[in-house]
C-alpha cells in the first residue's frame, strides 16, 4: 500500500476555501419508475431486458426507486453536509421521442427535484447526457447518426431554459469512452454494437453533441453558469523503455480522442484507424463547435493502466495481452491493492492525471466528478456497514487531490461516486459503490461508515490522519422504506 492509501501526514489537512464537496448518480441508476408520468424507453430498458446483457438479467426499471422516493434521497445528501448534487436528465423522461414534443410531467420532476435541493442549501449539478439514449434515436442509427448530436442540442436548449434560474452549473456528456467503446466497439454496454466504423462514427458525433450542448446552454442560461464536459481519462504507465510507443498510442485511442477536439480543436493523429473519426464524417466547422470553449473539466478517475513487454504465449501472473499490439501486454502487480471490480487502486495516478490536465488544459478548473469503489458490503448482526475498504479509498484519494492543489492545480471541487447503491450497469445490483447502502426489496437506505466519514470531512474541510476517522458513536440516521410522497 502506498503512503497516500496510508493517510500521508499524522496532521490533518485543509481544503481551499470554497472547494465544492458532492456525490453523484445517474438518472437510469437510480430513477426506476421506467413507464411512469409519459417517460418513452431508453437504449438501456432495451439492452438490459435483451437475455445475457447483465448479470442475472437485472433491469433499472425499478433502481433505487428515486422518482418515487425525492424527498428520501434528498434527507440523505442533507445529512451527509455536501454542498452539491451531481445528477443526470433521463432525455427519454423529458423527449419521449428524442426530440420534439417535451413531456411536462419529466421535465417538472426534475425542476422539483432541483428545488429541493436549493431549499437545503444543496447546488445542483445537472448532466445532460448520461448514456440513457432515448430508443427512437437508436432506430435512427443512435451515435453513429450525425442528426443525434443536434437532437442533444435540442435536448440542451429545453433544459437549460426550463432549468437555468435552478443551475448554474452543467455537465454536457459523461465519459464519452464508455459511450463509444462499451456500447460500440465492445458491446458490453448499450446498444450493444461490435463495430469499429459505428465506433469511429459515435466518437465524432458525441463530441459535436457536447459542443451543441455547450453552445445551447451558453444562450439559455444566466451569465455566470458554469459549463463543461466529464472525461474519464485513464492513465496509460509504461513500465519499460519498449512500451513507452505503445502506451502512447493506447492513450490517444482512448483518451485524447475525446480531451483533443474540446481542447485544441483536432483529433490526435497518433489514434488508430478505427479509434480516430474519419476524415469524411468531419464537417467544415465541426471541431471549432467542439472547441467551443469551457469554464472547467471534469475528471472521472478510477484507475490506471501500466503497459509492459511481455510474451503472448506465456503469460505471467498479473498480465493480459492488449489487443492489436503483440509482445506488449497489460499488467497489475499481484501485490497491487485492488477492488472488487478488480480495479488496482492508485491514488497517485489520480495525481499525476489532475497535473497532467492542468497543464493540456491551460488551467482550467477540474473537478473530480467520480471517484469511488466497489465493495462486497453488508449489513452486520449490529446494523453497520463497515465498508473500511471504502473509506481508505476515499482518504487516498482525497490526499493525491490535495497533493495536486499544493502543486498549483486548480482542482475545485470532489464528487463522491456514488450517493447510494445502484444499478451498476452489465454489473446488475452485485457492485455495490454507495455511500448508503440500499436494501433493493424495501428500498430502505443505511448509512455506511464511509458516508460518516465522508460527511465529516464535507462539513470541515479538512482531511484527518486515517486512523482517526469516524468518531464512535456517530450515526447518519437510516431512511425508513416507506416511499415518500412526491
Known amino acids: 500500500m502506498n503512503s497516500l492509501s496510508n493517510g500521508g501526514s499524522a496532521a490533518a489537512r485543509q481544503f481551499p476555501e470554497g472547494f465544492l464537496w458532492g456525490t453523484g448518480t445517474s438518472s437510469y441508476q437510480i430513477e426506476g419508475a421506467v413507464s411512469a408520468d409519459g417517460r418513452g424507453p431508453s437504449i438501456w430498458d432495451v439492452f438490459a431486458h435483451a437475455p445475457g446483457n447483465t448479470f442475472h438479467g437485472d433491469t433499472g426499471d425499478v433502481a433505487c426507486d428515486s422518482y418515487n422516493r425525492l424527498e428520501d434521497d434528498v434527507a440523505i445528501i442533507r445529512e451527509l453536509g ?8 433521463s432525455w427519454p423522461r423529458v423527449l419521449p421521442s428524442g426530440s420534439g414534443t417535451v413531456n411536462q410531467a419529466g421535465l417538472d420532476y426534475y425542476r422539483r427535484l432541483c428545488e429541493r435541493l436549493l431549499e437545503h442549501g444543496i447546488q445542483p449539478v445537472v448532466t445532460v447526457y448520461h ?30 431554459t426550463a432549468l437555468g434560474d435552478q443551475v448554474r452549473m452543467w455537465i454536457t456528456i459523461n465519459e464519452p469512452l464508455q459511450t463509444v ?21 459515435a466518437t465524432h458525433h458525441i463530441m459535436l453533441a457536447h459542443g451543441l450542448a455547450t453552445q445551447a446552454l451558453r444562450a439559455c442560461t444566466p451569465a455566470g453558469t458554469r459549463i463543461g464536459p466529464t472525461m474519464d481519462t485513464q492513465p496509460y504507465i509504461a513500465l519499460d523503455s519498449a512500451s513507452e ?42 471541431l471549432e463547435i467542439t472547441a467551443t470553449p469551457i469554464d472547467f473539466l471534469g475528471v472521472n478517475y478510477y484507475r490506471p493502466h501500466h503497459v509492459r513487454s511481455g510474451d503472448w504465449e506465456d503469460l505471467r501472473l498479473g498480465e493480459r495481452r492488449i489487443g492489436g ?18 480495479w488496482g487502486i492508485v491514488p497517485e495516478s489520480l495525481r499525476d492525471l489532475l497535473l497532467r490536465l492542468h497543464r493540456e488544459s491551460g488551467g482550467l478548473p477540474l473537478y473530480i466528478t467520480e471517484n469511488g469503489c466497489a465493495a462486497d458490503d453488508y449489513i452486520s448482526p449490529a446494523g453497520t456497514i463497515d465498508d473500511h475498504e471504502r ?15 499544493a502543486a498549483g492545480v486548480n482542482v475545485g471541487g470532489y464528487f463522491h461516486w456514488s450517493l447510494m447503491d445502484n444499478f451498476e450497469w452489465a454489473e446488475g445490483y452485485r457492485r455495490r459503490f454507495g455511500l448508503f447502502y440500499v436494501d433493493f426489496e ?29 468518531p464512535s458513536g456517530e450515526r447518519l440516521p437510516d431512511v425508513p422504506a416507506t416511499p415518500a410522497a412526491v
Open 82 to 89: 455536501v454542498g452539491a448534487y451531481r445528477f443526470s436528465v
Open 131 to 160: 448514456w440513457d439514449l432515448p430508443q427512437a434515436l437508436e432506430e435512427t442509427g443512435g451515435w453513429a447518426n450525425r442528426d443525434t448530436a443536434y437532437r442533444m442540442g435540442e435536448l440542451a436548449q429545453v433544459l437549460g
Open 181 to 201: 467503446h462499451q456500447g460500440y466497439r465492445a458491446g458490453t454496454h448499450a446498444p450493444g454494437k461490435r463495430d469499429d466504423a459505428l465506433a469511429a462514427a
Open 245 to 286: 510507443a505503445v502506451a502512447d498510442i493506447l492513450d490517444a485511442d482512448f483518451n485524447r480522442v475525446y480531451l483533443d477536439p474540446v481542447l485544441r480543436g483536432s483529433y490526435p493523429d497518433a489514434a488508430r484507424t478505427g479509434f480516430r473519426p474519419p476524415d469524411e464524417l468531419i464537417q467544415d466547422g465541426d
Open 325 to 342: 499490439f503483440p509482445g506488449f501486454v497489460q499488467y497489475m502487480a499481484p501485490d497491487l491493492p485492488r477492488t472488487v471490480m478488480e
Open 391 to 405: 473509506v481508505g479509498y476515499i482518504h487516498g484519494h482525497l490526499g493525491a487531490a490535495l497533493e495536486a492543489i
Open 442 to 470: 424495501s428500498g430502505r437506505r443505511v448509512a455506511k461508515r464511509s458516508a460518516h466519514f465522508y460527511a465529516q470531512v464535507a462539513r470541515s474541510g479538512e482531511l484527518p490522519p486515517l486512523q482517526d476517522v469516524v
